[in-house]
Protein backbone atom coordinates (compact mmCIF):
# COMPACT_ATOMS: atom_id res chain seq x y z
CA UNK A 1 0.00 0.00 0.00
CA UNK A 2 0.99 3.46 -0.41
CA UNK A 3 2.98 5.31 2.29
CA UNK A 4 3.62 8.86 3.32
CA UNK A 5 6.77 10.11 4.89
CA UNK A 6 8.45 13.76 5.61
CA UNK A 7 11.63 14.63 4.57
CA UNK A 8 13.88 17.81 4.79
CA UNK A 9 16.35 16.83 2.22
CA UNK A 10 17.00 18.96 -0.83
CA UNK A 11 14.67 17.57 -3.50
CA UNK A 12 17.10 17.72 -6.41
CA UNK A 13 19.52 15.58 -3.95
CA UNK A 14 16.50 13.07 -3.87
CA UNK A 15 17.56 9.96 -5.53
CA UNK A 16 13.83 8.90 -6.11
CA UNK A 17 12.03 8.05 -9.26
CA UNK A 18 10.11 10.76 -9.35
CA UNK A 19 10.35 14.63 -8.15
CA UNK A 20 7.30 16.48 -8.43
CA UNK A 21 7.22 20.08 -8.15
CA UNK A 22 4.76 23.09 -9.19
CA UNK A 23 4.01 25.14 -12.10
CA UNK A 24 2.51 28.90 -11.90
CA UNK A 25 0.99 31.31 -14.15
CA UNK A 26 2.68 34.02 -14.70
CA UNK A 27 1.85 37.56 -16.89
CA UNK A 28 4.87 36.39 -18.76
CA UNK A 29 4.10 32.88 -19.21
CA UNK A 30 5.38 30.03 -17.13
CA UNK A 31 6.82 29.63 -14.38
CA UNK A 32 8.20 27.28 -11.43
CA UNK A 33 6.91 27.78 -8.23
CA UNK A 34 8.42 28.00 -5.46
CA UNK A 35 9.73 24.92 -3.05
CA UNK A 36 11.41 23.18 -5.56
CA UNK A 37 14.84 23.53 -4.44
CA UNK A 38 16.19 22.86 -7.96
CA UNK A 39 19.75 24.62 -9.00
CA UNK A 40 19.80 27.10 -11.67
CA UNK A 41 20.88 24.86 -14.40
CA UNK A 42 17.61 22.43 -13.64
CA UNK A 43 15.59 25.32 -13.19
CA UNK A 44 16.56 26.85 -16.68
CA UNK A 45 16.37 23.91 -18.52
CA UNK A 46 12.43 22.94 -16.81
CA UNK A 47 11.41 26.48 -17.90
CA UNK A 48 12.52 26.20 -21.74
CA UNK A 49 11.03 22.87 -21.86
CA UNK A 50 7.91 24.11 -20.27
CA UNK A 51 8.07 26.96 -23.12
CA UNK A 52 8.64 24.76 -25.94
CA UNK A 53 5.71 22.40 -24.73
CA UNK A 54 3.28 25.26 -24.16
CA UNK A 55 2.37 24.89 -20.49
CA UNK A 56 -0.48 26.51 -18.66
CA UNK A 57 0.40 26.02 -15.61
CA UNK A 58 -3.02 25.71 -15.20
CA UNK A 59 -5.22 23.25 -12.17
CA UNK A 60 -4.95 19.84 -13.44
CA UNK A 61 -1.70 20.24 -15.68
CA UNK A 62 0.91 17.62 -15.76
CA UNK A 63 4.09 17.79 -17.40
CA UNK A 64 6.74 15.18 -17.17
CA UNK A 65 10.81 15.59 -18.21
CA UNK A 66 13.26 12.75 -17.97
CA UNK A 67 16.94 13.75 -17.39
CA UNK A 68 16.79 17.15 -16.12
CA UNK A 69 20.61 18.18 -15.04
CA UNK A 70 21.28 18.64 -12.04
CA UNK A 71 18.86 16.45 -9.95
CA UNK A 72 18.67 12.67 -8.90
CA UNK A 73 15.15 12.02 -9.68
CA UNK A 74 15.12 9.79 -13.22
CA UNK A 75 12.15 12.31 -14.25
CA UNK A 76 10.55 15.73 -12.52
CA UNK A 77 6.58 16.14 -12.77
CA UNK A 78 5.66 19.38 -13.05
CA UNK A 79 1.74 20.06 -11.73
CA UNK A 80 -0.67 23.42 -12.12
CA UNK A 81 -0.71 25.11 -9.48
CA UNK A 82 -2.79 28.41 -11.32
CA UNK A 83 -1.80 31.82 -11.03
CA UNK A 84 0.89 33.53 -8.97
CA UNK A 85 4.91 33.99 -9.59
CA UNK A 86 7.77 32.12 -8.79
CA UNK A 87 8.19 34.20 -5.43
CA UNK A 88 4.40 33.17 -4.02
CA UNK A 89 4.74 31.37 -1.13
CA UNK A 90 1.01 30.47 0.06
CA UNK A 91 -1.47 28.80 -1.83
CA UNK A 92 -5.09 27.74 -1.03
CA UNK A 93 -5.09 24.54 0.77
CA UNK A 94 -7.73 22.99 -2.28
CA UNK A 95 -5.37 24.34 -5.12
CA UNK A 96 -2.34 22.02 -3.29
CA UNK A 97 -4.15 19.08 -2.32
CA UNK A 98 -5.37 19.02 -6.29
CA UNK A 99 -2.18 19.56 -7.71
CA UNK A 100 -0.44 16.86 -5.38
CA UNK A 101 -2.86 14.22 -6.22
CA UNK A 102 -3.07 14.90 -10.19
CA UNK A 103 0.77 14.60 -10.36
CA UNK A 104 0.52 11.55 -8.16
CA UNK A 105 -2.12 9.76 -10.78
CA UNK A 106 0.41 10.18 -13.40
CA UNK A 107 3.37 7.71 -11.82
CA UNK A 108 1.18 5.34 -10.17
CA UNK A 109 3.79 2.67 -11.40
CA UNK A 110 6.99 4.36 -9.83
CA UNK A 111 7.97 3.02 -6.65
CA UNK A 112 9.76 6.13 -5.09
CA UNK A 113 8.14 9.90 -5.58
CA UNK A 114 9.11 13.15 -3.83
CA UNK A 115 6.95 16.10 -3.77
CA UNK A 116 8.49 19.67 -3.33
CA UNK A 117 5.74 22.02 -3.66
CA UNK A 118 4.84 25.33 -1.73
CA UNK A 119 4.55 24.31 1.91
CA UNK A 120 5.68 26.88 4.34
CA UNK A 121 3.18 26.19 7.44
CA UNK A 122 1.60 22.84 8.69
CA UNK A 123 -1.59 23.10 6.60
CA UNK A 124 -0.54 23.56 4.20
CA UNK A 125 2.12 20.45 4.51
CA UNK A 126 -0.76 18.78 5.68
CA UNK A 127 -2.83 19.48 2.39
CA UNK A 128 -0.01 18.58 -0.11
CA UNK A 129 0.90 15.21 1.85
CA UNK A 130 -2.93 14.39 1.62
CA UNK A 131 -3.69 15.18 -2.21
CA UNK A 132 -0.28 13.08 -2.28
CA UNK A 133 -1.69 9.98 -1.24
CA UNK A 134 -5.25 10.61 -2.78
CA UNK A 135 -3.57 10.50 -6.03
CA UNK A 136 -2.01 7.29 -5.57
CA UNK A 137 -5.38 5.47 -5.25
CA UNK A 138 -5.92 2.17 -7.42
CA UNK A 139 -9.10 0.09 -7.32
CA UNK A 140 -7.59 -3.79 -7.40
CA UNK A 141 -10.61 -5.16 -9.67
CA UNK A 142 -9.18 -8.88 -9.34
CA UNK A 143 -9.62 -8.68 -5.40
CA UNK A 144 -13.42 -9.65 -5.54
CA UNK A 145 -12.97 -11.98 -8.23
CA UNK A 146 -10.16 -13.77 -6.15
CA UNK A 147 -12.81 -14.57 -3.51
CA UNK A 148 -14.67 -16.71 -4.98
CA UNK A 149 -13.24 -17.34 -8.67
CA UNK A 150 -16.11 -16.08 -10.86
CA UNK A 151 -18.46 -12.66 -11.28
CA UNK A 152 -21.53 -14.52 -11.96
CA UNK A 153 -22.07 -15.56 -8.05
CA UNK A 154 -24.39 -13.86 -6.35
CA UNK A 155 -25.09 -15.99 -3.39
CA UNK A 156 -22.62 -17.40 -0.75
CA UNK A 157 -21.05 -20.29 -2.12
CA UNK A 158 -21.78 -22.50 0.98
CA UNK A 159 -24.73 -21.69 3.53
CA UNK A 160 -23.39 -19.58 6.07
CA UNK A 161 -20.17 -18.54 4.48
CA UNK A 162 -19.84 -15.17 2.78
CA UNK A 163 -18.40 -14.88 -0.36
CA UNK A 164 -16.27 -11.83 -0.93
CA UNK A 165 -14.98 -9.03 1.27
CA UNK A 166 -14.27 -5.39 -0.12
CA UNK A 167 -10.87 -5.75 -2.69
CA UNK A 168 -7.56 -3.84 -1.16
CA UNK A 169 -6.02 -1.39 -3.02
CA UNK A 170 -3.53 -1.92 -5.20
CA UNK A 171 0.66 -1.51 -3.83
CA UNK A 172 1.50 2.05 -4.03
CA UNK A 173 5.31 4.26 -3.81
CA UNK A 174 6.44 5.70 -1.56
CA UNK A 175 5.95 8.98 -1.16
CA UNK A 176 8.40 11.49 0.61
CA UNK A 177 7.16 14.76 1.46
CA UNK A 178 9.57 17.82 0.88
CA UNK A 179 8.87 19.80 4.09
CA UNK A 180 9.23 23.67 4.30
CA UNK A 181 7.57 23.50 7.47
CA UNK A 182 10.56 21.83 9.01
CA UNK A 183 10.42 18.76 10.72
CA UNK A 184 8.73 19.66 14.47
CA UNK A 185 6.39 17.93 15.71
CA UNK A 186 3.67 19.32 14.17
CA UNK A 187 4.76 18.41 10.64
CA UNK A 188 5.47 14.78 11.48
CA UNK A 189 1.97 14.33 12.77
CA UNK A 190 0.41 16.31 9.98
CA UNK A 191 2.02 13.45 7.51
CA UNK A 192 1.29 10.60 9.67
CA UNK A 193 -2.63 12.05 10.19
CA UNK A 194 -2.22 12.13 6.36
CA UNK A 195 -1.10 8.75 5.78
CA UNK A 196 -4.30 7.25 8.10
CA UNK A 197 -6.48 9.51 6.30
CA UNK A 198 -5.50 8.52 3.31
CA UNK A 199 -5.64 4.73 3.76
CA UNK A 200 -8.94 4.83 5.52
CA UNK A 201 -10.45 6.54 2.69
CA UNK A 202 -9.13 4.62 -0.08
CA UNK A 203 -10.50 2.11 2.22
CA UNK A 204 -13.83 3.73 1.45
CA UNK A 205 -13.42 3.80 -2.21
CA UNK A 206 -12.67 0.52 -2.18
CA UNK A 207 -15.74 -0.53 -0.60
CA UNK A 208 -17.70 1.86 -2.83
CA UNK A 209 -16.06 0.38 -5.94
CA UNK A 210 -16.80 -3.22 -5.00
CA UNK A 211 -19.17 -4.95 -7.33
CA UNK A 212 -22.91 -5.29 -5.86
CA UNK A 213 -22.66 -9.28 -6.37
CA UNK A 214 -19.82 -9.32 -4.06
CA UNK A 215 -20.94 -6.41 -1.42
CA UNK A 216 -24.47 -6.57 0.36
CA UNK A 217 -25.21 -6.09 3.93
CA UNK A 218 -23.58 -9.50 5.50
CA UNK A 219 -20.53 -9.73 2.95
CA UNK A 220 -20.06 -6.01 4.22
CA UNK A 221 -20.60 -6.36 7.89
CA UNK A 222 -17.55 -9.20 7.43
CA UNK A 223 -15.23 -6.96 5.52
CA UNK A 224 -15.45 -4.36 8.42
CA UNK A 225 -14.95 -7.10 10.61
CA UNK A 226 -11.51 -8.16 8.35
CA UNK A 227 -10.13 -4.47 8.37
CA UNK A 228 -10.92 -4.17 11.84
CA UNK A 229 -9.00 -7.07 12.71
CA UNK A 230 -6.09 -6.25 10.40
CA UNK A 231 -5.64 -2.68 12.15
CA UNK A 232 -4.30 -1.49 15.09
CA UNK A 233 -7.48 0.30 16.22
CA UNK A 234 -8.96 -0.58 18.83
CA UNK A 235 -12.64 -1.02 17.70
CA UNK A 236 -15.00 -3.56 18.64
CA UNK A 237 -17.81 -4.98 16.08
CA UNK A 238 -21.28 -6.06 16.84
CA UNK A 239 -24.31 -6.63 14.11
CA UNK A 240 -27.69 -6.89 14.67
CA UNK A 241 -28.96 -9.46 11.64
CA UNK A 242 -32.38 -9.89 9.97
CA UNK A 243 -34.19 -11.68 12.99
CA UNK A 244 -32.49 -9.47 15.59
CA UNK A 245 -33.60 -6.03 13.82
CA UNK A 246 -37.44 -7.48 13.28
CA UNK A 247 -37.14 -8.51 17.12
CA UNK A 248 -35.60 -4.71 17.88
CA UNK A 249 -38.49 -2.78 16.03
CA UNK A 250 -36.54 -1.68 13.28
CA UNK A 251 -39.06 -1.77 11.14
CA UNK A 252 -37.76 0.73 8.61
CA UNK A 253 -34.87 -0.80 7.20
CA UNK A 254 -36.56 -4.31 7.83
CA UNK A 255 -38.95 -2.89 5.08
CA UNK A 256 -36.42 -1.63 2.78
CA UNK A 257 -34.20 -4.77 3.34
CA UNK A 258 -37.45 -7.66 2.93
CA UNK A 259 -37.25 -7.57 -0.62
CA UNK A 260 -33.89 -8.90 -1.14
CA UNK A 261 -32.40 -12.78 -0.73
CA UNK A 262 -29.64 -10.76 1.36
CA UNK A 263 -31.33 -9.78 4.89
CA UNK A 264 -30.63 -6.28 6.23
CA UNK A 265 -27.72 -5.77 9.22
CA UNK A 266 -26.94 -2.84 11.51
CA UNK A 267 -23.64 -3.05 12.11
CA UNK A 268 -22.40 -0.71 15.42
CA UNK A 269 -18.56 0.05 15.56
CA UNK A 270 -17.31 1.69 18.39
CA UNK A 271 -14.02 3.18 19.69
CA UNK A 272 -13.91 4.05 23.46
CA UNK A 273 -10.79 5.62 24.53
CA UNK A 274 -9.97 5.78 28.16
CA UNK A 275 -10.96 9.64 29.48
CA UNK A 276 -13.00 10.69 26.51
CA UNK A 277 -13.57 14.78 26.05
CA UNK A 278 -16.75 13.52 24.02
CA UNK A 279 -18.90 10.53 23.26
CA UNK A 280 -20.03 11.05 19.15
CA UNK A 281 -21.86 9.03 16.69
CA UNK A 282 -22.15 8.64 13.52
CA UNK A 283 -25.03 7.13 11.28
CA UNK A 284 -23.98 5.93 7.14
CA UNK A 285 -26.67 4.80 4.81
CA UNK A 286 -25.63 1.40 3.02
CA UNK A 287 -27.82 0.91 0.40
CA UNK A 288 -25.51 -1.94 -1.08
CA UNK A 289 -27.35 -2.04 -4.21
CA UNK A 290 -30.84 0.05 -4.70
CA UNK A 291 -32.77 -1.02 -7.79
CA UNK A 292 -35.77 0.93 -6.27
CA UNK A 293 -37.38 -1.51 -5.16
CA UNK A 294 -40.98 -2.28 -6.82
CA UNK A 295 -40.69 1.64 -7.51
CA UNK A 296 -37.94 0.37 -9.94
CA UNK A 297 -35.76 2.86 -11.12
CA UNK A 298 -35.01 3.26 -15.19
CA UNK A 299 -31.84 1.35 -16.22
CA UNK A 300 -29.98 4.02 -16.35
CA UNK A 301 -30.75 5.21 -13.43
CA UNK A 302 -29.27 1.46 -11.97
CA UNK A 303 -26.06 1.98 -13.37
CA UNK A 304 -23.71 3.84 -10.43
CA UNK A 305 -26.40 2.56 -7.72
CA UNK A 306 -23.72 0.25 -6.09
CA UNK A 307 -22.66 3.68 -4.52
CA UNK A 308 -25.30 3.68 -2.52
CA UNK A 309 -23.57 2.92 0.83
CA UNK A 310 -21.33 5.71 0.23
CA UNK A 311 -22.18 7.31 3.70
CA UNK A 312 -21.83 3.56 5.84
CA UNK A 313 -18.44 3.36 3.88
CA UNK A 314 -17.47 6.91 4.86
CA UNK A 315 -18.63 6.21 8.86
CA UNK A 316 -16.91 2.75 8.74
CA UNK A 317 -13.65 4.40 7.46
CA UNK A 318 -13.42 7.29 9.91
CA UNK A 319 -14.62 5.47 13.31
CA UNK A 320 -11.20 3.55 12.41
CA UNK A 321 -8.86 6.61 10.98
CA UNK A 322 -10.18 7.89 14.31
CA UNK A 323 -8.92 4.90 16.64
CA UNK A 324 -5.76 4.79 14.64
CA UNK A 325 -5.26 8.06 15.61
CA UNK A 326 -5.76 7.06 19.06
CA UNK A 327 -8.43 10.78 19.04
CA UNK A 328 -9.48 10.89 22.89
CA UNK A 329 -12.85 11.06 21.69
CA UNK A 330 -15.44 8.21 21.98
CA UNK A 331 -16.78 7.46 18.61
CA UNK A 332 -19.38 4.57 17.63
CA UNK A 333 -20.47 4.11 13.78
CA UNK A 334 -24.03 2.72 12.86
CA UNK A 335 -23.99 0.87 9.55
CA UNK A 336 -27.32 0.60 8.32
CA UNK A 337 -26.88 -1.87 5.92
CA UNK A 338 -29.57 -3.00 3.08
CA UNK A 339 -30.09 -4.23 -0.35
CA UNK A 340 -33.13 -2.90 -2.21
CA UNK A 341 -35.00 -4.86 -4.34
CA UNK A 342 -38.22 -5.78 -5.98
CA UNK A 343 -39.53 -9.25 -5.29
CA UNK A 344 -42.67 -10.78 -4.09
CA UNK A 345 -42.12 -10.29 -0.75
CA UNK A 346 -40.81 -6.63 -1.13
CA UNK A 347 -41.82 -3.43 0.52
CA UNK A 348 -45.11 -1.61 -1.38
CA UNK A 349 -46.37 2.23 -1.83
CA UNK A 350 -48.93 2.30 1.19
CA UNK A 351 -47.24 -0.10 3.17
CA UNK A 352 -46.74 0.93 7.21
CA UNK A 353 -44.26 0.82 9.37
CA UNK A 354 -43.13 1.05 12.74
CA UNK A 355 -39.92 2.84 13.18
CA UNK A 356 -37.15 1.96 16.19
CA UNK A 357 -39.07 4.93 17.98
CA UNK A 358 -42.73 3.40 17.46
CA UNK A 359 -43.01 6.32 14.97
CA UNK A 360 -45.04 4.79 12.36
CA UNK A 361 -44.54 5.92 8.60
CA UNK A 362 -46.79 5.62 5.30
CA UNK A 363 -44.34 4.24 2.32
CA UNK A 364 -45.13 6.71 -0.59
CA UNK A 365 -42.38 5.26 -3.15
CA UNK A 366 -40.04 2.58 -2.06
CA UNK A 367 -37.04 4.38 -4.18
CA UNK A 368 -36.97 6.63 -1.17
CA UNK A 369 -35.64 3.98 1.04
CA UNK A 370 -32.59 5.41 2.53
CA UNK A 371 -33.96 7.62 4.60
CA UNK A 372 -35.85 4.56 6.18
CA UNK A 373 -32.65 2.81 7.37
CA UNK A 374 -30.70 6.02 8.71
CA UNK A 375 -34.24 6.80 10.70
CA UNK A 376 -33.81 3.65 12.36
CA UNK A 377 -30.08 4.53 12.65
CA UNK A 378 -30.65 7.68 14.28
CA UNK A 379 -32.87 6.52 17.02
CA UNK A 380 -30.54 3.98 17.78
CA UNK A 381 -27.62 6.38 18.32
CA UNK A 382 -29.69 8.59 20.37
CA UNK A 383 -30.29 6.00 22.24
CA UNK A 384 -26.97 6.61 23.62
CA UNK A 385 -27.54 9.74 24.21
CA UNK A 386 -24.27 11.21 22.27
CA UNK A 387 -22.87 14.89 22.04
CA UNK A 388 -23.32 15.01 18.65
CA UNK A 389 -24.87 12.82 16.14
CA UNK A 390 -23.99 13.04 12.04
CA UNK A 391 -25.58 11.47 9.37
CA UNK A 392 -23.96 10.61 5.94
CA UNK A 393 -26.21 9.16 3.18
CA UNK A 394 -25.95 9.33 -0.65
CA UNK A 395 -30.45 10.55 0.00
CA UNK A 396 -31.41 12.58 -2.48
CA UNK A 397 -31.48 13.88 -6.55
CA UNK A 398 -32.64 17.26 -5.44
CA UNK A 399 -29.01 17.05 -3.86
CA UNK A 400 -27.51 16.73 -6.93
CA UNK A 401 -29.93 19.04 -8.60
CA UNK A 402 -29.10 21.89 -5.93
CA UNK A 403 -25.91 21.75 -5.55
CA UNK A 404 -24.19 19.66 -8.42
CA UNK A 405 -21.76 16.80 -8.15
CA UNK A 406 -19.08 18.35 -6.15
CA UNK A 407 -20.83 19.74 -3.12
CA UNK A 408 -22.47 18.03 -0.48
CA UNK A 409 -25.39 19.65 1.21
CA UNK A 410 -25.67 19.69 4.86
CA UNK A 411 -28.78 19.93 7.42
CA UNK A 412 -29.18 20.20 11.09
CA UNK A 413 -31.33 21.07 13.90
CA UNK A 414 -28.64 23.30 15.36
CA UNK A 415 -27.35 25.91 13.13
CA UNK A 416 -24.16 26.17 15.07
CA UNK A 417 -23.44 22.31 14.85
CA UNK A 418 -24.21 22.72 11.20
CA UNK A 419 -21.41 25.45 10.64
CA UNK A 420 -19.54 23.32 12.35
CA UNK A 421 -20.11 20.54 10.16
CA UNK A 422 -19.78 22.83 7.24
CA UNK A 423 -16.20 24.15 8.20
CA UNK A 424 -15.08 20.49 8.96
CA UNK A 425 -15.81 19.98 5.41
CA UNK A 426 -14.06 23.10 4.53
CA UNK A 427 -11.14 22.56 6.10
CA UNK A 428 -10.70 19.10 4.96
CA UNK A 429 -10.92 20.08 1.07
CA UNK A 430 -14.56 18.32 0.80
CA UNK A 431 -16.84 21.04 -0.36
CA UNK A 432 -20.41 21.67 1.81
CA UNK A 433 -23.25 24.31 1.67
CA UNK A 434 -25.79 24.76 4.84
CA UNK A 435 -29.13 24.00 3.86
CA UNK A 436 -32.28 25.13 6.01
CA UNK A 437 -35.21 22.78 7.35
CA UNK A 438 -37.96 25.10 7.19
CA UNK A 439 -40.65 24.53 9.82
CA UNK A 440 -43.41 25.32 7.28
CA UNK A 441 -42.49 22.18 5.03
CA UNK A 442 -42.98 19.78 8.05
CA UNK A 443 -46.82 19.34 6.37
CA UNK A 444 -45.52 18.10 3.12
CA UNK A 445 -45.10 14.65 5.66
CA UNK A 446 -49.06 14.54 6.65
CA UNK A 447 -50.64 11.43 6.17
CA UNK A 448 -54.09 10.39 7.60
CA UNK A 449 -52.73 7.28 8.26
CA UNK A 450 -49.10 6.59 9.62
CA UNK A 451 -47.73 9.50 11.90
CA UNK A 452 -46.02 11.10 8.89
CA UNK A 453 -45.27 10.02 5.58
CA UNK A 454 -41.31 9.05 4.66
CA UNK A 455 -41.59 11.69 1.17
CA UNK A 456 -42.92 15.04 0.20
CA UNK A 457 -43.34 15.98 -3.12
CA UNK A 458 -41.07 17.10 -5.71
CA UNK A 459 -40.14 20.71 -4.96
CA UNK A 460 -37.64 20.66 -1.64
CA UNK A 461 -36.91 17.16 -1.81
CA UNK A 462 -33.68 17.49 -0.18
CA UNK A 463 -35.08 19.27 2.49
CA UNK A 464 -38.33 17.04 3.04
CA UNK A 465 -35.74 14.12 3.16
CA UNK A 466 -33.75 16.40 6.22
CA UNK A 467 -37.10 17.06 7.95
CA UNK A 468 -38.00 13.32 8.12
CA UNK A 469 -34.67 12.51 9.27
CA UNK A 470 -35.06 15.13 12.51
CA UNK A 471 -38.17 13.24 13.83
CA UNK A 472 -35.36 10.57 15.04
CA UNK A 473 -33.35 12.27 16.53
CA UNK A 474 -33.07 12.25 20.47
CA UNK A 475 -34.38 15.39 22.12
CA UNK A 476 -31.89 17.74 22.66
CA UNK A 477 -29.28 16.15 20.67
CA UNK A 478 -27.12 17.80 18.25
CA UNK A 479 -27.52 16.90 14.69
CA UNK A 480 -26.59 17.31 11.56
CA UNK A 481 -27.30 15.52 8.04
CA UNK A 482 -24.98 15.36 5.34
CA UNK A 483 -26.62 14.40 1.80
CA UNK A 484 -23.65 13.32 -0.70
CA UNK A 485 -25.64 12.06 -3.42
CA UNK A 486 -23.02 14.18 -6.10
CA UNK A 487 -20.16 13.72 -4.46
CA UNK A 488 -19.66 10.63 -3.57
CA UNK A 489 -19.50 8.79 -6.88
CA UNK A 490 -17.45 10.02 -9.97
CA UNK A 491 -18.78 8.53 -12.76
CA UNK A 492 -16.83 11.04 -15.57
CA UNK A 493 -12.82 11.23 -15.63
CA UNK A 494 -10.61 11.68 -12.68
CA UNK A 495 -9.83 15.25 -11.66
CA UNK A 496 -7.23 16.33 -9.15
CA UNK A 497 -7.01 13.95 -6.22
CA UNK A 498 -10.10 12.49 -7.15
CA UNK A 499 -10.65 9.27 -9.19
CA UNK A 500 -12.79 7.98 -11.03
CA UNK A 501 -15.46 5.80 -8.96
CA UNK A 502 -15.55 6.00 -5.66
CA UNK A 503 -14.50 9.17 -4.18
CA UNK A 504 -14.54 8.19 -0.23
CA UNK A 505 -16.07 11.67 0.21
CA UNK A 506 -17.03 12.43 3.86
CA UNK A 507 -14.03 10.77 5.81
CA UNK A 508 -12.30 13.98 5.97
CA UNK A 509 -15.18 15.58 7.04
CA UNK A 510 -16.14 13.22 9.46
CA UNK A 511 -12.08 12.57 11.07
CA UNK A 512 -12.07 16.44 10.90
CA UNK A 513 -15.20 17.02 12.89
CA UNK A 514 -14.07 14.57 14.88
CA UNK A 515 -10.65 16.32 16.18
CA UNK A 516 -12.89 19.65 16.60
CA UNK A 517 -14.32 17.54 19.46
CA UNK A 518 -11.07 16.52 21.39
CA UNK A 519 -10.86 20.30 22.98
Same mark, same amino acid.
Given at each position: ??????????? $???????????? !???????????????????? @??????????????????????? $???????? #?????????????????????????????????????????????? %??? *?????????????????????????????????????????????? $????????????????????????????????? =??????????????????? %? $????????????????????????????????????? *??????????????????????????????????????????????????????? @????????????????????????????????????????????? #??????? %??????????????? #?????? =? @? !?? /??????????????????????????????????????????????????????????? %????????????????????????????????? /????????????????????????????????????
Amino acid at each position: MTSVSLTTRTP $AELPVDCLVIGS !VQTPDGTDLATGHGLPRKAV @VHLQAVLADLEATGKADEVVRVV $AVPGVKAT #SVVVTGLGEGTSRRATYPHTVLRSAAGAALRTVRGKRTVAVALPTP %DVE *SLSAVADGAYAGCYVYDRSAPLAVVGTARRTVPARPGKPTATAGPT $ASGPRVLVVSGAGQGRAAKDAVTRAGILGSARD =WARDLVNTPPNYLYPASFA %D $AVKKRVAGSTARVTVSVLDDKALVKGGFGGIVGVGQG *SVHPPRIVTMSYSPASPKASVALVGKGITFDSGGLNIKPSSGMVTMKCDMAGAAA @VAATVIAAAELALPVAVTGYLCLAENMPSGTAQRPSDVVVMRNGT #SVEILDT %DAEGRMVLGDGLCLA #SEKDPD =W @V !VD /IATLTGAQVVALGTDIAGVMGNDDTFRSRVVDAADASGEGAWPMPLPVEMRAKLDTPTA %DLAHKGDRDGGMLTAGIFLKEFVGEGIPWAHVD /IAGPAFNDKGPKGHTPKGGTGFGVATLLALVESSAG
